[in-house]
Protein backbone atom coordinates (compact mmCIF):
# COMPACT_ATOMS: atom_id res chain seq x y z
CA UNK A 1 0.00 0.00 0.00
CA UNK A 2 1.54 3.34 -1.22
CA UNK A 3 -1.22 5.71 -1.41
CA UNK A 4 -2.98 7.55 1.20
CA UNK A 5 -6.87 8.01 2.18
CA UNK A 6 -7.06 12.25 1.89
CA UNK A 7 -10.32 13.16 3.95
CA UNK A 8 -11.80 16.15 3.07
CA UNK A 9 -14.64 15.68 5.12
CA UNK A 10 -15.14 16.87 8.77
CA UNK A 11 -14.13 16.05 12.40
CA UNK A 12 -16.62 16.82 14.96
CA UNK A 13 -16.68 15.66 18.93
CA UNK A 14 -19.71 13.54 19.40
CA UNK A 15 -21.87 13.66 22.73
CA UNK A 16 -23.22 10.60 23.08
CA UNK A 17 -25.69 9.54 25.17
CA UNK A 18 -27.06 6.14 25.67
CA UNK A 19 -30.81 6.85 26.52
CA UNK A 20 -33.99 4.01 26.70
CA UNK A 21 -35.82 6.10 24.12
CA UNK A 22 -36.37 9.52 22.66
CA UNK A 23 -37.62 12.03 24.73
CA UNK A 24 -41.32 13.45 23.61
CA UNK A 25 -41.93 16.89 22.57
CA UNK A 26 -41.48 18.91 25.77
CA UNK A 27 -40.31 15.85 27.48
CA UNK A 28 -37.25 14.48 29.38
CA UNK A 29 -35.23 11.09 29.54
CA UNK A 30 -32.67 10.27 31.99
CA UNK A 31 -29.24 8.63 29.60
CA UNK A 32 -27.63 5.68 31.47
CA UNK A 33 -24.17 6.37 30.12
CA UNK A 34 -22.88 10.10 28.07
CA UNK A 35 -19.95 10.27 26.57
CA UNK A 36 -17.90 13.06 24.77
CA UNK A 37 -15.63 11.60 21.50
CA UNK A 38 -14.08 12.38 18.85
CA UNK A 39 -16.47 11.49 15.82
CA UNK A 40 -18.26 12.62 12.23
CA UNK A 41 -15.03 12.21 9.83
CA UNK A 42 -12.49 10.88 12.33
CA UNK A 43 -14.58 7.51 12.55
CA UNK A 44 -13.90 7.09 8.78
CA UNK A 45 -10.43 8.15 9.41
CA UNK A 46 -9.71 5.62 12.68
CA UNK A 47 -11.56 2.88 10.60
CA UNK A 48 -9.18 2.93 7.81
CA UNK A 49 -5.50 3.50 9.65
CA UNK A 50 -6.79 0.54 11.80
CA UNK A 51 -6.96 -1.47 8.40
CA UNK A 52 -3.21 -0.06 7.71
CA UNK A 53 -3.94 2.54 5.84
CA UNK A 54 -1.78 6.02 5.62
CA UNK A 55 -4.26 8.52 6.57
CA UNK A 56 -3.98 12.42 6.00
CA UNK A 57 -6.77 14.47 7.35
CA UNK A 58 -7.31 17.59 5.22
CA UNK A 59 -10.42 19.29 6.87
CA UNK A 60 -9.92 22.03 9.45
CA UNK A 61 -10.11 21.87 13.06
CA UNK A 62 -10.25 24.74 15.40
CA UNK A 63 -8.68 25.62 18.60
CA UNK A 64 -10.09 25.10 22.28
CA UNK A 65 -11.13 21.66 24.15
CA UNK A 66 -12.90 20.52 21.65
CA UNK A 67 -10.33 20.96 18.56
CA UNK A 68 -7.93 20.02 21.42
CA UNK A 69 -9.50 16.63 22.22
CA UNK A 70 -9.88 15.64 18.01
CA UNK A 71 -6.36 16.39 17.11
CA UNK A 72 -5.20 14.19 20.33
CA UNK A 73 -7.74 11.16 19.01
CA UNK A 74 -5.97 11.38 15.44
CA UNK A 75 -2.76 11.43 16.27
CA UNK A 76 -3.90 8.13 18.28
CA UNK A 77 -4.59 6.56 15.30
CA UNK A 78 -1.79 7.59 13.57
CA UNK A 79 -3.68 10.41 11.56
CA UNK A 80 -1.88 13.10 9.31
CA UNK A 81 -3.16 17.02 9.69
CA UNK A 82 -2.64 18.96 6.62
CA UNK A 83 -3.35 22.22 8.72
CA UNK A 84 -2.76 24.23 11.53
CA UNK A 85 -6.24 24.80 13.78
CA UNK A 86 -8.17 28.01 12.88
CA UNK A 87 -7.57 30.60 15.39
CA UNK A 88 -11.12 32.16 15.66
CA UNK A 89 -13.19 28.61 16.48
CA UNK A 90 -13.35 25.73 18.03
CA UNK A 91 -14.05 22.61 16.70
CA UNK A 92 -18.43 21.82 16.52
CA UNK A 93 -20.12 19.16 18.39
CA UNK A 94 -22.98 16.59 17.92
CA UNK A 95 -25.32 15.17 19.77
CA UNK A 96 -26.20 11.91 19.86
CA UNK A 97 -28.93 9.73 21.55
CA UNK A 98 -28.78 6.18 21.31
CA UNK A 99 -31.86 4.53 21.69
CA UNK A 100 -32.51 0.95 23.30
CA UNK A 101 -32.42 -0.61 19.78
CA UNK A 102 -29.43 0.65 19.25
CA UNK A 103 -30.25 3.45 16.77
CA UNK A 104 -28.74 6.92 16.69
CA UNK A 105 -30.63 10.40 16.32
CA UNK A 106 -28.53 13.50 15.91
CA UNK A 107 -28.32 17.02 16.60
CA UNK A 108 -25.18 18.80 14.78
CA UNK A 109 -23.53 22.86 15.80
CA UNK A 110 -21.11 23.57 13.53
CA UNK A 111 -17.90 24.32 14.41
CA UNK A 112 -13.93 25.20 12.68
CA UNK A 113 -14.91 22.14 10.24
CA UNK A 114 -17.30 24.19 8.52
CA UNK A 115 -14.40 26.84 7.78
CA UNK A 116 -12.55 24.91 4.93
CA UNK A 117 -11.02 28.09 2.77
CA UNK A 118 -9.45 27.50 -0.56
CA UNK A 119 -6.26 28.88 0.18
CA UNK A 120 -6.22 25.80 2.69
CA UNK A 121 -6.62 22.81 0.71
CA UNK A 122 -4.41 24.69 -1.90
CA UNK A 123 -1.86 22.97 0.37
CA UNK A 124 -3.31 19.33 -0.39
CA UNK A 125 -1.32 18.02 -3.16
CA UNK A 126 -2.82 14.41 -3.62
CA UNK A 127 -1.02 11.81 -5.85
CA UNK A 128 -2.22 9.08 -8.53
CA UNK A 129 -2.70 6.62 -5.99
CA UNK A 130 -4.58 8.18 -3.29
CA UNK A 131 -7.88 8.01 -2.36
CA UNK A 132 -9.63 11.55 -2.04
CA UNK A 133 -12.99 10.82 0.25
CA UNK A 134 -15.85 13.84 0.07
CA UNK A 135 -18.63 13.57 2.30
CA UNK A 136 -21.86 15.38 1.32
CA UNK A 137 -21.67 17.04 4.86
CA UNK A 138 -18.83 19.39 2.72
CA UNK A 139 -21.93 20.39 0.26
CA UNK A 140 -23.97 22.17 2.98
CA UNK A 141 -20.94 24.14 4.49
CA UNK A 142 -20.72 26.90 1.77
CA UNK A 143 -16.96 27.78 2.39
CA UNK A 144 -16.24 24.22 2.19
CA UNK A 145 -18.03 23.29 -1.04
CA UNK A 146 -16.54 26.25 -2.79
CA UNK A 147 -12.57 25.35 -1.52
CA UNK A 148 -13.85 21.79 -2.86
CA UNK A 149 -15.13 22.78 -6.41
CA UNK A 150 -12.45 24.74 -6.88
CA UNK A 151 -9.79 21.78 -5.69
CA UNK A 152 -11.26 19.07 -6.91
CA UNK A 153 -10.42 19.22 -11.07
CA UNK A 154 -7.27 19.72 -9.89
CA UNK A 155 -6.14 16.23 -8.48
CA UNK A 156 -4.22 14.17 -10.75
CA UNK A 157 -5.95 10.82 -11.28
CA UNK A 158 -6.64 9.90 -7.69
CA UNK A 159 -9.63 7.81 -6.68
CA UNK A 160 -12.67 9.60 -5.21
CA UNK A 161 -14.97 7.94 -3.21
CA UNK A 162 -18.14 9.90 -2.37
CA UNK A 163 -19.94 9.32 0.91
CA UNK A 164 -22.87 12.01 0.94
CA UNK A 165 -24.48 11.00 4.17
CA UNK A 166 -27.85 11.54 5.65
CA UNK A 167 -28.83 14.87 4.68
CA UNK A 168 -28.58 13.68 1.32
CA UNK A 169 -31.77 15.55 -0.08
CA UNK A 170 -29.99 18.60 1.58
CA UNK A 171 -27.69 19.04 -1.35
CA UNK A 172 -28.69 21.45 -4.15
CA UNK A 173 -29.53 18.68 -6.63
CA UNK A 174 -26.95 20.30 -9.39
CA UNK A 175 -24.01 20.13 -7.18
CA UNK A 176 -25.06 16.78 -6.41
CA UNK A 177 -25.21 15.86 -10.07
CA UNK A 178 -22.27 17.15 -11.11
CA UNK A 179 -20.58 15.19 -8.20
CA UNK A 180 -21.89 11.90 -9.30
CA UNK A 181 -20.40 12.18 -12.92
CA UNK A 182 -16.96 12.57 -12.02
CA UNK A 183 -16.71 10.33 -8.48
CA UNK A 184 -15.13 6.33 -9.06
CA UNK A 185 -16.92 5.21 -6.25
CA UNK A 186 -20.27 5.88 -4.14
CA UNK A 187 -20.75 4.50 -0.73
CA UNK A 188 -23.59 4.77 1.13
CA UNK A 189 -26.74 3.50 2.60
CA UNK A 190 -30.42 2.36 1.15
CA UNK A 191 -32.18 5.27 2.18
CA UNK A 192 -29.54 7.52 0.46
CA UNK A 193 -29.73 5.41 -2.96
CA UNK A 194 -33.16 5.91 -3.23
CA UNK A 195 -33.13 9.56 -2.79
CA UNK A 196 -30.26 9.95 -5.33
CA UNK A 197 -32.68 7.17 -8.06
CA UNK A 198 -29.93 6.68 -10.27
CA UNK A 199 -26.22 5.31 -9.13
CA UNK A 200 -23.18 6.31 -10.91
CA UNK A 201 -21.41 2.95 -12.45
CA UNK A 202 -19.93 2.01 -9.38
CA UNK A 203 -21.52 2.49 -6.21
CA UNK A 204 -21.43 0.33 -2.67
CA UNK A 205 -25.13 0.29 -0.77
CA UNK A 206 -24.91 -0.57 2.84
CA UNK A 207 -27.92 -2.31 3.90
CA UNK A 208 -27.22 -2.80 7.47
CA UNK A 209 -27.76 -6.33 9.07
CA UNK A 210 -28.06 -7.26 5.26
CA UNK A 211 -24.56 -6.12 4.31
CA UNK A 212 -24.09 -4.26 1.17
CA UNK A 213 -25.35 -4.45 -2.79
CA UNK A 214 -22.29 -3.64 -4.94
CA UNK A 215 -22.84 -2.23 -8.08
CA UNK A 216 -20.24 -2.39 -10.85
CA UNK A 217 -20.93 -1.07 -14.40
CA UNK A 218 -24.26 -2.59 -14.71
CA UNK A 219 -24.00 -5.83 -13.11
CA UNK A 220 -25.47 -5.78 -9.08
CA UNK A 221 -23.96 -8.46 -6.67
CA UNK A 222 -25.20 -8.67 -2.59
CA UNK A 223 -22.55 -9.06 -0.33
CA UNK A 224 -23.82 -10.63 2.83
CA UNK A 225 -23.44 -9.42 6.29
CA UNK A 226 -22.06 -10.98 9.12
CA UNK A 227 -24.91 -12.08 12.36
CA UNK A 228 -24.18 -10.06 15.54
CA UNK A 229 -25.57 -9.13 18.42
CA UNK A 230 -26.04 -4.81 18.18
CA UNK A 231 -25.77 -3.01 20.51
CA UNK A 232 -24.86 0.29 19.14
CA UNK A 233 -25.10 1.07 15.66
CA UNK A 234 -23.45 4.72 15.28
CA UNK A 235 -20.31 4.73 13.46
CA UNK A 236 -20.76 1.29 11.42
CA UNK A 237 -21.68 3.47 8.40
CA UNK A 238 -18.34 5.17 8.49
CA UNK A 239 -16.59 1.95 9.46
CA UNK A 240 -17.44 0.20 6.68
CA UNK A 241 -16.83 3.02 4.15
CA UNK A 242 -13.02 3.45 5.78
CA UNK A 243 -12.13 -0.44 5.50
CA UNK A 244 -13.50 0.21 1.59
CA UNK A 245 -11.27 3.29 1.38
CA UNK A 246 -8.17 1.30 3.21
CA UNK A 247 -9.40 -2.05 1.10
CA UNK A 248 -9.59 -0.02 -2.36
CA UNK A 249 -5.94 1.35 -1.21
CA UNK A 250 -4.47 -2.10 -1.13
CA UNK A 251 -5.68 -2.94 -4.61
CA UNK A 252 -8.53 -5.24 -4.36
CA UNK A 253 -11.70 -4.87 -6.38
CA UNK A 254 -14.45 -3.03 -5.09
CA UNK A 255 -15.92 -6.34 -4.19
CA UNK A 256 -13.28 -7.81 -2.18
CA UNK A 257 -13.20 -4.73 -0.32
CA UNK A 258 -16.98 -4.97 -0.17
CA UNK A 259 -16.54 -8.32 2.31
CA UNK A 260 -14.20 -6.61 4.95
CA UNK A 261 -15.93 -3.72 4.89
CA UNK A 262 -19.48 -5.46 5.96
CA UNK A 263 -16.76 -7.99 8.86
CA UNK A 264 -15.14 -4.67 10.08
CA UNK A 265 -19.46 -3.21 10.64
CA UNK A 266 -20.42 -6.04 11.93
CA UNK A 267 -18.12 -5.80 14.30
CA UNK A 268 -18.29 -2.04 15.32
CA UNK A 269 -22.12 -2.19 15.77
CA UNK A 270 -21.15 -4.81 18.65
CA UNK A 271 -19.42 -2.02 20.52
CA UNK A 272 -20.97 1.58 22.16
CA UNK A 273 -19.43 4.07 20.82
CA UNK A 274 -18.62 6.14 17.54
CA UNK A 275 -15.53 5.12 16.49
CA UNK A 276 -15.50 1.16 17.01
CA UNK A 277 -13.77 0.22 14.19
CA UNK A 278 -12.05 -3.08 14.89
CA UNK A 279 -8.28 -3.77 13.43
CA UNK A 280 -7.03 -6.26 10.95
CA UNK A 281 -6.93 -9.21 12.66
CA UNK A 282 -10.05 -9.16 14.57
CA UNK A 283 -11.46 -8.72 10.66
CA UNK A 284 -9.24 -11.38 9.21
CA UNK A 285 -10.26 -13.51 12.46
CA UNK A 286 -14.09 -12.73 11.45
CA UNK A 287 -13.87 -13.77 7.97
CA UNK A 288 -11.72 -16.89 8.81
CA UNK A 289 -14.20 -17.85 11.54
CA UNK A 290 -17.22 -17.88 8.78
CA UNK A 291 -15.58 -19.47 6.27
Not at 31 to 56: I, T
Not at 69 to 78: D, F, P
Not at 249 to 274: K, W
Amino acid sequence: MTGRLVHTGQVVVDLVMAVPALPPHGGDVFASSANLLPGGGFNVMAAAARSGAQVLYAGSHGIGFFGDLARSALAAEGVALAHEPLSEVDTGIVVVWVDATGERTFTTSTGAEGRLRAELLDQVTPKTDDVVYLSGYSWLHETNRGALIEWLPRLPGSKVLFDPGPLITDIDPGDLHALLSTIDVLSCNAREAEALGELPPVAVVREGAKGCRVHENGRITDVPGFPVDVVDTTGAGDTHCGVLAAELLRGSTVLDAAVRANAAAALSVTRRGPATAPGREEIDQLLEATT
